[in-house]
């Protein structure tokens, strides 16, 4: 029960707190200083919460700070493409994680910055409408944040310039994923899938048509994107056990249960996972 308040209590002052980091402005806006230091916030808070064996709580924080720093950085190496470096783009990104702004996002739905910053690409090159598009994706999330972004001049930026930053962000990603191994399963990114109550719904449709590993995913990002929620938790750990994923739905059902120890539901679940396994149950 004490580890129980301790990590609600560290669950509540962060998550509330998420984007309330500051620095690194300028004209009032984010600017990379600020996007890092608030990357090196969430990979801290992973940390913290990666002790208290709480595995998706902590990925969110990973897929947060990977997903920032990941699309600055992605964007810089396409900047140096529309600049003329490199034989192709393949060659030119060759080393970086992640080239693809829908596995960039993958890393944490919850981050508004791979849609800004591919809408800044789309600005530079003149496509208005798709910019307009993915600025409007990004400003309606709530980590959007409250003072805006503005990363425009990196375009006058000269390319040695582009390539210290590059390195610099290449540098930041190796040491976020030296906490995280994220897996990305190509869930597909719509102007929906930032709410948890969307991941949800998607989550029951795949199960109730029999998609049981599609409907694990979904679950997945769901109690990332709202691990307050027990419902969440219940239909997580219920996918994934008729996923024939039965290690995961273990781990799932023990990180909702430091969320609500106390709930009937996941309770239940316990007792007969435990009645199953013989007494080998998540505990």
Same mark, same amino acid.
């Given at each position: 029960?004490? +580890?129980?308040?301790?990590?609600?209590?560290?669950?509540?002052?962060?998550?509330?707190?998420?984007?309330?980091? @500051?620095?690194?402005?300028?004209? @009032?806006?984010?600017?990379?200083?600020?996007?890092?230091?608030?990357?090196?916030?969430?990979?801290?808070?992973?940390?913290?919460? =990666?002790?208290?064996?709480? &595995?998706?709580?902590?990925?969110?924080?990973?897929?947060?700070?990977?997903?920032?720093?990941?699309?600055?950085?992605? %964007?810089?190496?396409?900047?140096?493409?529309?600049?003329?470096?490199? &034989?192709?783009?393949?060659?030119?990104?060759?080393?970086?994680? #992640?080239?693809?702004?829908?596995?960039?996002? =993958?890393?944490?739905?919850?981050?508004?910055?791979?849609?800004?910053? *591919?809408?800044?690409?789309? =600005?530079? /090159?003149? *496509?208005?409408?798709? %910019? +307009?598009?993915?600025?409007?994706?990004?400003?309606?999330?709530?980590?959007?944040?409250?003072?805006?972004?503005?990363?425009?001049?990196?375009?006058?930026?000269?390319?040695? =310039?582009?390539? %210290?930053?590059?390195?610099?962000?290449?540098?930041? !990603? !190796?040491?976020?994923?030296?906490?995280?191994?994220?897996?990305?399963?190509?869930?597909?990114?719509? !102007?929906?899938?930032?709410?948890?109550? #969307?991941?949800?719904?998607?989550?029951?449709?795949?199960?109730?048509?029999?998609?049981?590993?599609?409907?694990?995913?979904?679950?997945?990002?769901?109690?990332?994107?709202?691990? +307050?929620?027990? $419902?969440?938790?219940?239909?997580?750990?219920?996918?994934?056990?008729?996923?024939?994923? @039965?290690?995961?739905?273990?781990?799932?059902?023990?990180? $909702?249960?430091?969320?609500?120890?106390?709930?009937? /539901?996941?309770?239940?679940?316990?007792?007969?996972?435990? &009645?199953?396994?013989?007494? !080998?149950?998540?505990?």
């Amino acid at each position: 029960m004490k +580890r129980s308040l301790t990590a609600a209590l560290l669950i509540s002052a962060v998550l509330i707190s998420l984007c309330s980091c @500051g620095g690194g402005e300028q004209g @009032g806006y984010l600017t990379k200083d600020g996007l890092i230091g608030l990357a090196d916030t969430c990979v801290k808070n992973g940390d913290r919460f =990666e002790k208290l064996l709480m &595995d998706e709580t902590a990925a969110y924080f990973y897929g947060f700070a990977a997903s920032a720093v990941g699309s600055l950085r992605l %964007a810089v190496e396409r900047i140096l493409w529309l600049k003329g470096e490199g &034989d192709d783009f393949a060659s030119l990104s060759s080393g970086s994680a #992640y080239t693809d702004w829908d596995e960039i996002a =993958e890393l944490c739905l919850a981050s508004p910055y791979p849609y800004y910053v *591919e809408g800044l690409i789309h =600005e530079i /090159q003149g *496509e208005d409408d798709l %910019a +307009r598009e993915c600025y409007v994706s990004a400003s309606v999330m709530p980590n959007f944040p409250d003072e805006g972004m503005s990363f425009m001049y990196l375009r006058n930026m000269t390319v040695g =310039e582009l390539y %210290a930053l590059r390195d610099e962000l290449r540098n930041k !990603e !190796e040491i976020i994923y030296g906490s995280f191994r994220p897996a990305v399963y190509g869930y597909e990114r719509n !102007e929906f899938t930032y709410m948890p109550e #969307y991941l949800r719904a998607d989550a029951i449709e795949l199960f109730d048509s029999e998609k049981y590993a599609e409907a694990e995913v979904a679950a997945r990002y769901a109690v990332r994107m709202n691990p +307050r929620d027990a $419902g969440n938790w219940l239909v997580a750990v219920t996918a994934a056990a008729y996923a024939d994923d @039965g290690y995961q739905a273990a781990r799932w059902l023990d990180e $909702g249960l430091k969320y609500f120890p106390e709930n009937e /539901q996941l309770l239940n679940l316990r007792k007969t996972f435990t &009645d199953m396994t013989g007494g !080998e149950g998540a505990e």
